[in-house]
């Protein structure tokens, strides 16, 4: 089933409460999906201080001091780590190439779990409302956020497994549904080069827009290349450092909903998850049409 939220503020009075409104939308999707839960937040500076790259690391054992240091000596500049529950994260004034291939080169163990300016996922494996109290999200600011509950039915429950997908720079990608034919574009994509982390469907669909981005299209073009090209039943939002867009299967059967305001736009999974938001009772709020793509800009 699971459950996804987007969050997309547009009045920076509210900056300092989308760990609190992003919180507030994960918990109401817990129901649809407990195994697992994902989030990522553009602009938190206690996260990923402001135009810094910022890599976040999971299924890492490391003194987060030793880190610094190490990861300092191969980018020539200081380096910040900390862990946030589980996942190890990294900034520094550098180009977000020099840190995230630091950061590989380091620790080739270590699952990249999203990379890029202003930028921090965290991934794990629970219950989304005790992950979001672990992360104290509701603390977090920024201008934008997504954010995932997982019920697991293609691959394993893992951190690796669940989502947000960020494989690109300042991108992510969640998802509601399955995609039937990711096998056979799996290997495609391997065939070009492009390496895997997991066997989750949903990484396949994540891969897929950042090799479209890669080669210069836009989201929108990319996202209609998804409709194109994959098979099943979906509902996805794909963000990356300015912006967030939707997109649903040509069915439209997994359910959307998106309300805007003067202040935000917002989608999730059902209408519940913004129900506290500011000023909804103002919003204009729709279902999103199949094979429409939505898209917002900072």
Not at 44 to 53: I, L, S, V
Not at 78 to 94: E, G, I, R
Not at 203 to 226: M, N, S
Not at 266 to 283: F, I, K, T
Request: with cysteine.
């Amino acid at each position: 089933m699971c459950g996804i939220v987007g969050l997309h503020l547009r009045n920076p009075d509210l900056y300092p409460r989308l760990g609190e409104l992003l919180s507030g939308m994960l918990g109401e999707m817990q129901d649809r999906g407990a195994d697992s839960a994902g989030i990522a937040v553009y602009g938190n500076p206690t996260w990923a201080p402001a135009g810094h790259a910022c890599v976040s690391l999971l299924e890492l054992d490391v003194d987060p001091a030793a880190a610094a240091t190490a990861l300092g000596a191969v980018v020539g500049a200081p380096v910040a780590a900390q862990y946030v529950d589980n996942t190890l994260v990294v900034s520094a004034d550098v180009a977000t190439d020099d840190l995230l291939a630091a950061a590989r080169t380091t620790y080739p163990t270590a699952l990249v779990a999203g990379f890029g300016n202003d930028l921090t996922v965290l991934k794990g494996v629970g219950a989304p409302r005790d992950l979001a109290a672990s992360w104290d999200l509701a603390s977090a600011s920024g201008w934008q956020g997504v954010g995932h509950t997982r019920m697991a039915t293609e691959s394993a429950v893992t951190p690796a497994g669940a989502h947000p997908y960020a494989v690109g720079p300042e991108q992510c990608l969640v998802h509601n549904g399955s995609f039937s034919n990711h096998a056979t574009i799996r290997r495609e994509l391997r065939a070009q080069g492009v390496e895997f982390d997991s066997e989750n469907d949903t990484e396949v669909g994540a891969r897929f827009v950042a090799h479209q981005l890669a080669q210069g299209r836009d989201v929108e073009t990319a996202l209609k290349e998804v409709c194109a090209t994959f098979d099943g039943f979906y509902t996805l939002v794909v963000s990356n450092r300015d912006s967030f867009a939707v997109v649903r299967d040509a069915i439209a059967c997994k359910p959307a909903v998106i309300a805007g305001t003067a202040d935000w736009v917002a989608m999730a999974s059902e209408y519940r998850a913004l129900a506290h938001l500011p000023g909804v009772e103002n919003a204009r709020i729709w279902e999103p049409e199949p094979e429409v793509v939505y898209a917002w800009t900072r």
